[in-house]
């Protein structure tokens, strides 16, 4: 979520879930490959028992928190590689603030880049009040060009304790927790690539059938903090990754590998197998290294070049490696995480990648859920979460009165035919003495396809008991059906066949300054999509011609003010056929009550009947699964202009989003709105006017 890139730099940078980004759409890889096809949902885990709420230390009253954050260029290593990159303050990742709910915060954000704009999108964080405050470019404020200051001041939710991002909020004053823990550990997962953005989004802005995409990301990090096989250099999709595979290094002793070729070299290659064998690991950066003809490519020749003397991957040993000018030991994982025995910890869990669906793990220890996007929820026990980009969770994690060592933390990618091996984490024992990797190796990720454990997992959380019920409803929901389309030979993403592209002014920079018109497509946006439209078809085979309907255009919904908003995300066949994946969708300025999920096409008559008016969570985030449909409610009482869109930053990209304008009747009310948003396109060649203006006439229906 914090995640920027630029040119030939590339940075993640993590702020909250929160998003530090060239654009809003930033540009980054595509989803085209291993997605999952729909199944039968699975019975949920049973509800455990959960130590009583004891009280917490009251917060102090609220406080105003001053920060400077310098963004600017730096060399950094977060998977052992060095590269140039983006960080705040000369760091990766940047600061953490930690504040209590009704806190004001003031961060002056300075851009020291050469080329580069910058906004900071506080993921989680409703900006009631501030919509300019929300980074989103050309939504609620211009991006800041190099050279350039901007100030955000906003206050921080009156709600539950929470991770969001590297944002830690407390809870409200006078409040209790509904459970008890003796200490707090903070994890914040990203994926990371090597490659250039802007080469990147040449792959994603090609014609239909030169269209590429850069692949699965070289690491996941914990913490800013992950591990690249170096030994193999930047070969593309040909990695073989050894990072951290402690299996492999236990079961070869640390010795040379004997087969260095792997299971593709074909009997036919020019070269024989002998040859391939006889080949070692030039740890070049860059290099490709082929031995054989045809598809035989190398694995590492030495695995002593990554393993300690207990077998392990050690960035240590690394370094003392022919790869070891391309590592840096002091900036790569594995994270330590100090615990002692018998104690309860609450582990906050926020995903912030920009594609990857991920699985967390702790060796030898269960969890329980009790909080998801900064809401209790129904505790229950897992022995392993999917957490999917933009979501964030707290579990409870009691350590065992009478064990010492230590245990891996794993990290792997669910919901794509994953080419990244997990990162890994270590929760140390303070018993353990000067020993810091575990005896056994790390546990497997579940099967990347099995999209039933995920349900499973979603389904079973419900909202904790004192939470908000949902308000009643009287309008039909609006219908937003996801459909992968091609636009004037592009490979677009499209919701009820409009595929989102930006304007260069802001929205709410437009409707402050009454300047719509001249900004934005004005007609309504539609509300829902043809009724014989065959979900279980790819969208060329809707029309006879081969075509389809979808444009690309910047329209938005617009609502009044305190208007209840059902809204149901309707999951779709891709151009391949019997082939959907699953779309986090987040929503900006709002929590919603997630009513509840189901499979194939959504009937109001026959689903309205199966939603969930007794416990349904509140979330920020929530997922769509293959081939199925996410209904959601929520109050537009948060004057301002929102998106709504999926979590998948290549989504996003290509044009998997929507705009909410709510309450723009109301904007007048707001007070201190900094011109210095809106200062861009339309706004700054026309100038602005002395007062903001109100636009005339009404929401439409």
Known sequence: MAEHRAGSL??????????????????????????????????????????????????????????????????????????????????????????????????????????????????????????????????????????????????????????????????????????????????????????????????????????????????????????????????????????????????????????????????????????????????????????????????????????????????????????????RKTQCGPVVFDVEPGKTYR????????????????????????????????????????????????????????????????????????????????????????AILPAAPPPETPDWESVNRSKAFTYSIKAAAGTEKPVESTDPPMVLLNTQDVVEEHIKWAINHVSLGLPSTPYLGAYLYGMEEDVFDTTEAPHTFNSKYNISKPPEEQDPDGKTPTTVRNQVYRFPHGRVMDVVIQNANMRKQDTSEVHPWHLHGHDFWVMGYGEGRYEHERDAKTLNMVNPPLRNTVVVFPFGWTALRFVADNPGVWAFHCHIEPHLHMGMGVIFAEGIEKLHTLKDAPKEAFMCGVVSSRGTPAKPLVPAGSPSP
């Open 10 to 327: 590339v940075v993640q940078q993590l702020v909250m879930c929160c998003t530090l980004m060239l654009l809003f759409a930033r540009p980054v890889a595509p989803a085209s490959r291993g997605l999952m096809s729909p199944a039968p949902a699975p019975t949920p885990p049973a509800a455990p028992a959960v130590s009583p709420a004891t009280p917490m230390t009251p917060a102090p009253a609220p406080t105003t928190r001053h920060f400077t954050w310098n963004v600017e260029y730096i060399l950094w290593a977060p998977d052992c590689t060095q590269h140039g990159m983006i960080g705040i303050n000369g760091s990766f990742p940047g600061p953490t603030i930690t504040a209590n709910a009704g806190d004001r915060i003031v961060v002056v954000m300075n851009n020291h880049l050469d080329t580069e704009g910058v906004v900071i999108h506080w993921h989680g964080i409703k900006q009631i009040g501030t919509p300019w405050a929300d980074g989103t470019a050309s939504i609620s404020q211009c991006a800041v060009d190099p050279g350039e200051s901007f100030t955000y001041d906003f206050t921080v939710d009156k709600r539950a304790a929470g991770l969001y991002g590297s944002l830690i909020v407390n809870v409200p004053e006078g409040k209790k927790e509904p459970f008890h823990y003796d200490g707090e550990l903070n994890m914040l997962l990203s994926d990371w690539y090597h490659e250039a953005v802007y080469a990147q989004a040449a792959g994603l802005e090609r014609k239909d059938k030169h269209f590429q995409w850069i692949g699965e990301p070289q690491a996941i990090l914990i913490n800013g903090k992950g591990q690249y096989d170096c030994t193999l250099g930047d070969v593309g999709e040909f990695q073989k990754g050894i990072r951290h595979n402690a299996q492999k290094c236990d079961a070869r002793k640390g010795k040379q590998v004997e087969d260095a070729c792997d299971k593709d070299c074909s009997a036919d290659a020019k070269k024989t197998e002998a040859d391939c064998k006889a080949k070692e690991c030039s740890g070049k950066q860059g290099e490709e290294m082929k031995a054989c003809d045809g598809e035989c490519r190398m694995k590492a020749a030495k695995e002593k070049a990554v393993c300690d003397d207990e077998k392990q991957v050690s960035c240590e040993v690394i370094m003392k490696s022919e790869c070891g000018p391309f590592c």
């Open 347 to 434: 582990l906050r869990i926020a995903s912030t990648t920009s594609l990857s669906s991920l699985n967390v793990q702790v060796q030898g220890h269960k969890m329980v859920m009790v909080e998801a996007d900064g809401n209790y929820v129904d505790p229950f026990v897992v022995d392993d979460i999917d957490i999917y980009s933009g979501e964030s969770y707290s579990v409870l994690l009691k350590t065992n009165p009478n064990s010492k060592g230590s245990f891996w933390i794993s990290v792997g990618v669910r919901g794509r035919k994953p080419k990244t091996l997990p990162a890994l984490g270590i929760l140390k024992y303070s018993n353990t003495g000067s």
